[in-house]
């Protein structure tokens, strides 16, 4: 049997936030799409699937898009036959019932725990590990997403990369006109930021007020809007809200679904993201970012912080390196870092060569391999 032909179900448990869905949806995506496959994706939380997707029906138990059976999972689990693939996204504990029915399958499924992204070195030695389950005569191997070739890769679309030229080539414009914006005046700065509540979020605004060029921010609505509010001061802030400090122009826009979310990060010249999934596709994005991690309990999110930042600065002359390394983690409350005034001025000192490293980091991003063709091969390779 041929992974080609097998079927495959990806079980998703949205914990928070949406980045467990936004990396299952955009896995279910590419293996449909781009393998030919027959995809199954269980999602316990739709409506949170439905605003970064809004053509899934929140209410629907069944139902199709973009090539991808898409499933309500409920508890408890309703029977179903297992498919001969199975993604676990993130450990979310498959149903038991699915387990039994998995453990009765011959041969057995193949069972995949898809695991989160870190750039941390002990990475490639845990990908592609088994464990046999305690009971079952089932196996699980641990899937580890990487920025290195022996890791399970990146999530990107065979086409990204073309897709992303032709819109700077010839759509911008109409993609700032149809968010109701103009096209930026020279030597305005225009920034996204997707951000986890920040207690450096008020000094970085105060710092953009104060700044001798225009810097726009646009700002999808989600957690950072109480925030901003409250720096404005204003009672609320909802989409297509614009106001203005100083050099800075704060616009609301509505929360986009994730291709046109792709979009934004092309069109701006700085993005600020967060979480697992915007952070990668800010850097295909091949603009500068500052990434705020998820935060963990004590420090675990500064090592992560610090893994991504040691590989992505590699290869930057020092003080454009510092600059990146100074902002990324002021941002992350790192303790130790510059003020956020000398963070961002030394940025802007350093902006040139950012840039000039950011238009070429896809490029060296892609010897990591592409993670569904990575999960194919793995699959293909048990199956055989
Ligand atoms: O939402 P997140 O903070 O998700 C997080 C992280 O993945 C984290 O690692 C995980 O442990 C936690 O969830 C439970 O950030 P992330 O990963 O960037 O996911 C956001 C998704 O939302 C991504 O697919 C892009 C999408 N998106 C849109 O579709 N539209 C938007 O307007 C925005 C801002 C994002």
Redesign the pocket.
């Known amino acids: 049997m041929r992974a080609m032909r097998a079927t495959w179900d990806i079980f998703c448990n949205?914990?928070?936030?949406?980045?467990?869905?936004?990396?299952a949806?955009?896995l279910a995506r590419g293996l449909a799409r781009e393998h030919g496959l027959a995809v199954r994706l269980w999602v316990d939380d739709l409506h949170a699937f439905h605003?970064?997707?809004p053509a899934i029906a929140a209410d629907a138990e069944r139902q199709a898009s973009e090539g991808v059976t898409v499933c309500a999972w409920r508890m408890p689990f309703a029977a179903a036959e297992p498919a001969q693939v199975v993604i676990e996204a993130?450990g979310c504990a498959l149903p038991e019932s699915y387990l039994a029915a998995m453990s009765l399958q011959a041969p057995p499924p193949v069972w995949i725990n898809l695991e989160?992204?870190s750039a941390e070195s002990w990475v490639a030695e845990h990908h592609g590990l088994p464990s046999p389950h305690p009971r079952l005569p089932l196996t699980k191997y641990f899937f580890f997403p990487g920025y290195t070739a022996g890791t399970g890769g990146l999530l990107a679309e065979a086409d990204l990369a073309g897709r992303r030229a032709a819109f700077v080539r010839t759509e911008t414009g109409a993609f700032w006109r149809r968010l109701g914006l103009d096209t930026p005046q020279p030597g305005e700065l225009r920034v996204?930021l997707?951000a986890?509540e920040n207690p450096a979020l008020p000094a970085l605004l105060d710092t953009w007020a104060a700044d001798t060029r225009p810097v726009t921010c646009l700002v999808?609505?989600?957690r950072a809007i109480p925030q901003l509010a409250a720096w404005l001061p204003v009672s609320a802030l909802q989409a297509g809200d614009e106001h203005r400090r100083g050099a800075l122009r704060l616009r609301i826009?509505?929360?986009?679904?994730?291709?046109?979310?792709d979009c934004?990060l092309w069109a701006c010249g700085l993005n600020f993201?967060?979480?697992?999934?915007?952070?990668?596709?800010a850097q295909w994005a091949a603009h500068p970012l500052v990434w705020q991690?998820?935060p963990q309990a004590g420090t675990a999110h500064w090592v992560k912080l610090n893994a991504l930042l040691a590989r992505y600065t590699a290869g930057l002359d020092a003080a454009a390196a510092r600059a990146v390394a100074d902002l990324w983690q002021r941002w992350n409350g790192q303790p130790d870092t510059p003020d956020m005034a000398q963070c961002w001025a030394a940025w802007r000192r350093q902006q040139d060569p950012i840039e000039r490293h950011a238009r070429a980091w896809p490029e060296r991003l892609a010897a990591a391999g592409r993670l569904t063709d990575k999960l194919v091969d793995f699959v293909e390779n048990k199956l055989r």
């Open positions: 949205v914990v928070d936030n949406y980045g467990d869905i936004g990396i949806w955009r605003r970064i997707w993130f989160y992204l996204s997707f986890y999808p609505e989600g826009l509505p929360f986009l679904d994730q291709d046109t979310y934004l993201v967060r979480g697992e999934d915007s952070c990668v596709r991690a998820y």
